[in-house]
């Protein structure tokens, strides 16, 4: 299995969903954060609303891909309000945009997910 750890340093994955009313997948851009070799935590804190947090809470079933090729993966809607905000710190502390579009999305209800890689034989 691969160890997400040596993706700490980048910036960005391309993670795909699946579409909760069409099936089809789609995929976004966007920040992350790695927790350990299985397992990172992706959040949306922005006013517009965030259709891949909808698409997983429908369909757990994800691939996330850091430029090397998709992998598989499970996806878990953070729902304790005091995770969600460990998740977003833990944002700020790796991107020094995040506080600033999280404070433009300030109104907004901000998510978090956590995403762990699927084991493959």
């Known amino acids: 299995m691969t160890d997400v750890r040596k993706y ?28 350990d070799e299985t397992k990172l935590f992706v959040q949306h804190a922005s006013s517009a609303p965030a259709q891949w947090y909808r698409n997983l809470l429908r369909e757990a079933a994800v691939q996330i891909d850091f430029g090397d090729g998709p992998l598989e993966a499970r996806a878990v809607p953070i729902l304790d309000a005091n995770e969600i ?26 998510v978090a997910a956590e995403i762990r890689l699927v084991a493959t034989s």
């Not at 340093?9 to 920040?31: C, D, F, I, N, Y």
């Not at 460990?86 to 404070?103: N, P, S």
């Open 8 to 35: 700490t340093e980048r910036k960005q994955l391309r993670l795909t969903t699946r579409g909760r009313k069409s099936g089809t997948p789609r995929t976004v851009t966007v920040w992350f954060v790695v927790a």
């Open 85 to 110: 905000r460990e998740v977003l710190k833990r944002v700020r502390q790796k991107y020094r945009l995040a506080w600033l579009i999280q404070l433009l999305g300030r109104k907004a209800t901000p």
